[in-house]
């Protein structure tokens, strides 16, 4: 069964970093990329940015590029949302998604449960 | 601003039909497949619709997708409550080599 399993919720203050991870079990975890969405509170869901697990390429949308890193650790199936200095703005709620290719569009079959994040001072 | 245009809310009664468009530019839409989502409050995002109006199992038959150019839109027949949920629409933009996704439908089964 394919699962992708995210970090528990978590508060943090203004300035504080923060990582959180997605576990992916049940498929090739190498063969996929792993995207991150985030949703604002009462707000639509916005891209983040998508990771090739298999080599770690990286395509961040222009809104987040340089605001947050992902990354990937093959060793774990463990892909990675880190931010070094945390904004009230980047509260809410976090969601990370399998797709099988960024060719011809991007479809996400399976997604994590999501991670809540709290930035409050 | 959402790279991929959708209404902010649509709805109709029980066993009606109702359409989403999304809308974009050859970029993203006009070159790309089209994928599908609908979001209920406190859960993950389900995959409804992708590539050329394909289901994922367990989807029903009353969820279809189509393409025209740069506009897609996103049929539900037969509504039922359950159907209330927000839904997206996604893709990859070319330009951008990013996934953009609308600005997502809030649907009302009156």
């Known amino acids: 069964e394919v699962q992708l399993v995210q970090s528990g919720a978590e508060v943090k203050k203004p300035g504080e970093s923060l990582k959180i991870s997605c576990k992916g079990s049940?498929?090739?975890?190498?063969?996929?990329?792993i995207g991150w969405a985030r949703q604002m509170p009462g707000k639509g869901l916005e891209w983040m940015g998508v990771?090739?697990?298999?080599?770690?390429?990286?395509r961040y949308s222009p809104s987040f590029q340089g605001q947050v890193t992902i990354s990937a650790d093959k060793s774990v199936s463990t892909v990675y949302l880190q931010w070094s200095s945390l904004k009230a703005s980047d509260t809410g709620m976090y969601y990370c998604?399998?797709?099988?290719?960024?060719?011809?569009?991007?479809?996400?079959?399976?997604w994590g449960q999501g991670t809540l994040v709290t930035v409050s001072s | 601003q959402s790279v991929l245009t959708q209404p902010p809310s649509v709805s109709a009664a029980p066993g009606q039909k109702v359409t989403i468009s999304c809308s974009g530019s050859?970029?993203?839409?006009?070159?790309?497949?089209v994928s599908w989502y609908q979001h209920l409050p406190g859960t993950a995002p389900k995959l409804l619709i992708y590539?050329?109006?394909k289901r994922p199992s367990g989807i029903p038959g009353r969820f279809s997708g189509s393409k025209s150019g740069t506009l897609a839109t996103l049929d539900i027949t037969g509504l039922q409550t359950g159907d209330e949920a927000d839904y997206y629409c996604?893709?990859?933009?070319?330009?951008?080599?990013?996934?953009?996704f609308g600005g997502g439908t809030k649907l009302t089964v009156l």
């Open positions: 998604a399998r797709s099988s290719s960024m060719v011809r569009g991007a479809t996400f079959d399976y």
């Open positions: 049940g498929y090739s975890f190498t063969t996929y990329w």
């Open positions: 990771i090739y697990a298999g080599d770690s390429d990286t």
């Open positions: 050859n970029s993203n839409i006009g070159n790309n497949y």
């Open positions: 590539d050329k109006n």
């Open positions: 996604g893709t990859w933009d070319n330009s951008l080599s990013a996934v953009v």
